[in-house]
Every structure is written in structure tokens, then in C-alpha cells.
């Protein structure tokens, strides 16, 4: 009878848990020290030189107060009034990024052979590469590219349009590197959604717009904010595009170029320092109103998409 209980205790009592006894010590979660070398990248390429950064933009080189960089950025037109240029250029295309690819990720969000080959073709821009595609819209748009001898042969106009080094060839150039980014983000959130929502406003007489407006638009509005962000700040920094399609000297003299000015033609790392901090200040005050705006409207859980 002994025996039997004993044997009996043996089967009832849960084996140990080895990877349990693996990752802990003494009660210790061992598997937080796998965060130390992502914490490390983080600190060296992202905390490190924004604290550098920082730092160098209090110290002026042609003297001063500590702050004499940042009255000097607010007190000469020619450097300020970069801020309203780039946001000139980088709020409308970040719209229209989003506005476009949104219906685009919406139609394919059911897989299919047909699906796949559009990604691709869609996404394609992406892998060229910001100054690839300037130099192809130089080609393209060029007064005697291939656009402007086409409508000149058809008769549409007969003068070539100027499509480059002004406001259109960066805004061109913005766009088709950002849309692939934007459409790529939505496709993700949107095929995190569930179908059978929608499948189950149907039933219930919903149509097509009535189930894209009372079910996935709710749902969208977290990732549509995040897309927003990720895509506004991609677009502000542009450079190459403002150089290359632009005209950096005027109407497209962005706040990277003046940044860019300040460090290797001034050689004045200081005031570029502090341009670089205006820069950042600028984007997450953009970041924080979109975030602070998802907020008002939509306080459910964030989709997650599938990619």
C-alpha cells in the first residue's frame, strides 16, 4: 500500500520546467539580459548623438549665450524660413501618400496571384532608392524628356512644362519614393482586420461603403495615424530630392540643406547642431498632434497587421 502511494505521489508531481530553470537564477529572469545588446544600439547610434548633438548646440561658435544658435536660426529669415519651405513640401505629399494608399492597400488585402504581382509592382520604387529615382525623373520630366516630347508630338502643348528644379520635381520625387511605404503600412493594418466583421454587417444589409466606414475605417485610425507620422517624418528630411529635382538655393531650400550649409560650407557644427534640433523639435510636434488627434478619435486596441 505504501509502495503504491509513493508511486502514485511520483505521477501526480509536475516534472521541473527546464527552460524555467534555464533562464532563471536564484528567482532571476535571465532572458532580460537579452535586451542589453538592443539597448546598446539603441544607446550608441540614437542616444549618444542626439545628447552629443545637443550638447554642441548650446555651445555657439562665435560665441555668445548658450542659446545664441537658436536666436540666430529664429532671427535670420534665410534659415528660418526653411521650416515653412519643408512643410510646404512635406504635409501635402505625406497626405496624399496616405490618401492614396489606403484604397490601393484596401483592394488588396485578400491574397491572390493578382495581389501579389501589384504589391510588387507598387513597392517597386522603394528598392531604387531616393537619388535613382531623381535621376530618373531628371530623364523623365526633363524639358527635353520623354513626358514633355510626348505631349508636345500630340499636340497637348507647345512648350515644354517645367517639372524640375522647382517645387513639382521634389514633390514627384516624394511621392513615388513614399507612397510604396505608406501602401505597405495600410496593407498591413488592413489585413489584421477580421473579415468575418464585415462579412457579418452583410448579413445585416451593410454595403461595401457602409462596412469600409462603421468597421475598418474605426479600426484603421490608429495605423492611418502611425503612417501619417512615419511618412511625414520620411518626407521632412528630404535632401538628395531637394538637391538633384529642386532648387536648393530657393524655392526648395529645405531645412536639411541649411543644416548641410551650416556644417561642411560654414564648418559651423554648432549651428548645424542646433538646426538639427530645430528639425527634430518640428517632427515631434507633428508626431504629437496626429497621436494626440488618434486619440480623440479612436481609444480601442491598435490593429496589428499580418505584413
Not at 509592382?121 to 528598392?127: D, E, G, K, M
Not at 520623354?146 to 517645367?162: D, K, Q
Amino acid at each position: 500500500m505504501r509502495a503504491a502511494a509513493a508511486a502514485s505521489a511520483l505521477e501526480v508531481q509536475p516534472a521541473p520546467n527546464a527552460t524555467t530553470d534555464a533562464s532563471t537564477v536564484a528567482g532571476r529572469d535571465l532572458r532580460v539580459l537579452l535586451l542589453i545588446p538592443g539597448l546598446l544600439v539603441v544607446a550608441g547610434l540614437f542616444i549618444y548623438p542626439f545628447l552629443y548633438g545637443l550638447g554642441l548646440s548650446f555651445q555657439p561658435q562665435q560665441g555668445g549665450s548658450v542659446l545664441a544658435n537658436y536666436e540666430r536660426f529664429f532671427s535670420e529669415p534665410r534659415i528660418s524660413r526653411t521650416v515653412g519651405t519643408t512643410l510646404w513640401l512635406a504635409l501635402p505629399v505625406t497626405v496624399l501618400n496616405v490618401a492614396l494608399a489606403l484604397p490601393f492597400a484596401f483592394m488588396l488585402r485578400r491574397p491572390s496571384p493578382t495581389q501579389r504581382l501589384l504589391t510588387t509592382v507598387l513597392v517597386i520604387p522603394i528598392t531604387l532608392g531616393t537619388v535613382l529615382v531623381a535621376e530618373g525623373l531628371m530623364i523623365y520630366l526633363g524639358p527635353n524628356g520623354w513626358f514633355n516630347r510626348t505631349l508636345m508630338e500630340v499636340g497637348a502643348i507647345t512648350s515644354p512644362l517645367r517639372l524640375i528644379n522647382n517645387y513639382w520635381g521634389v514633390s514627384f520625387s516624394l511621392f513615388i519614393t513614399g507612397f510604396p511605404f505608406a501602401f505597405l503600412m495600410l496593407l498591413s493594418y488592413v489585413t489584421g482586420i477580421d473579415p468575418t466583421l464585415a462579412r457579418a454587417a452583410a448579413t445585416l444589409g451593410a454595403s461595401p461603403l457602409s462596412q469600409f466606414r462603421t468597421i475598418y475605417l474605426p479600426l484603421l485610425l490608429p495605423g492611418l495615424a502611425i503612417t501619417f507620422c512615419l511618412a511625414f517624418v520620411q518626407a521632412f528630411a528630404v535632401f538628395p530630392s531637394a538637391v538633384l529635382l529642386g532648387a536648393p538655393a530657393g524655392p526648395t531650400r529645405v531645412i536639411s540643406i541649411a543644416a548641410y550649409e551650416a556644417a561642411f560650407e560654414d564648418f559651423d557644427f554648432s549651428m548645424a547642431s542646433a538646426i538639427a534640433m530645430v528639425m527634430g523639435g518640428i517632427q515631434l510636434l507633428i508626431v504629437a498632434a496626429v497621436l494626440g488627434l488618434r486619440g480623440l478619435l479612436y481609444r480601442g486596441p491598435v490593429v496589428g497587421g499580418k505584413g
